[in-house]
């Protein structure tokens, strides 16, 4: 049981002269006990799935190395030392984790999904639409550069990397196409940025599937 602990103050009071006496009760806390938990981190739901690897592609695996090359291309990536790929004799790859953490727990279904995408990427393919939208907007492809005609003093003149093609159809409507899935993203949000889609009148480049949020614009002054 926690004893009490009873201490004086003695203030002197300016008028009076006498000295008024406070008594504080302090009682002691008990000790606060704690206990610790071993959190288990869940598989993941994505990085557990197997990869399907068609007839048509090659796996090469060195240690933490994987190079896949397929009839568009060839692609290599690293593996950090939380997961590691496993080669199953049915034609399947699996991403494992090699230890129980939190990263490693993030890793698994990070790189599974960059194993899945350099698989399709290498023997089916990616591509990405966009759209521009605007009076006198237009694109072109000279060459090895992408030209665009988005309202500026001057045209934008984009050079095409060697993994990807760019096509333009009807002036206004480009499609990025090759086989690693991140440089074609990158690209286009590249084009993208040089003009995005303002939400007033829509005007600017966009992605196909991209859906802008329209803004009411602001009403003239009421007479």
């Known amino acids: 049981m926690a004893s009490s602990v009873v201490t004086s103050f003695q203030p002197r009071s300016a008028f009076l002269g006498d000295r008024n006496v406070f008594k504080v009760s302090a009682t002691p806390s008990a000790q606060v006990g704690y206990s610790r938990k071993t959190i288990q981190c869940k598989e993941s739901r994505i990085g557990k799935q197997p990869i399907a690897v068609p ?4 796996i090469a695996l060195e240690g933490q190395d994987l ?3 397929g009839p568009l291309g060839e692609l290599a990536l690293t593996y950090p030392r939380e997961v590691e790929l496993i080669k199953e004799d049915a034609g399947f790859l699996r991403v494992k984790k090699t230890v129980e ?5 993030q890793m698994h279904g990070l790189f599974r999904t ?5 698989v399709v990427g290498v023997s089916k393919g990616f ?7 605007g009076v006198g907007y237009r694109a072109t492809v000279e060459g090895k550069e992408l030209v665009l005609n ?3 003093s001057h045209p934008v003149k984009m050079q ?3 993994s990807l093609k760019v096509k333009v159809e009807e002036n206004t409507r480009i499609t990025v196409s090759g086989y690693d899935k991140s440089e074609i993203g990158q690209f286009a949000a590249t084009v993208r940025k040089w003009r995005p889609p303002e939400p007033y009148k829509g005007k600017g ?3 196909s599937d991209e859906i802008v949020r329209r803004k009411e614009g602001k009403a003239g002054k009421k007479k």
Do not use: C
């Not at 953490?101 to 727990?105: E, H, I, K, M, V």
């Not at 591509?127 to 939208?133: A, C, D, N, Q």
């Open 150 to 152: 988005l309202g500026f």
């Open 205 to 207: 480049v966009k992605y």
């Open 67 to 69: 190079k896949v090359k």
């Open 127 to 133: 591509e990405k639409k966009l759209i521009l939208v």
């Open 160 to 162: 095409i990397p060697e």
């Open 114 to 118: 960059l194993t899945d995408n350099m």
């Open 55 to 58: 007839t048509n592609v090659t």
């Open 101 to 105: 953490t939190r990263r490693a727990n």
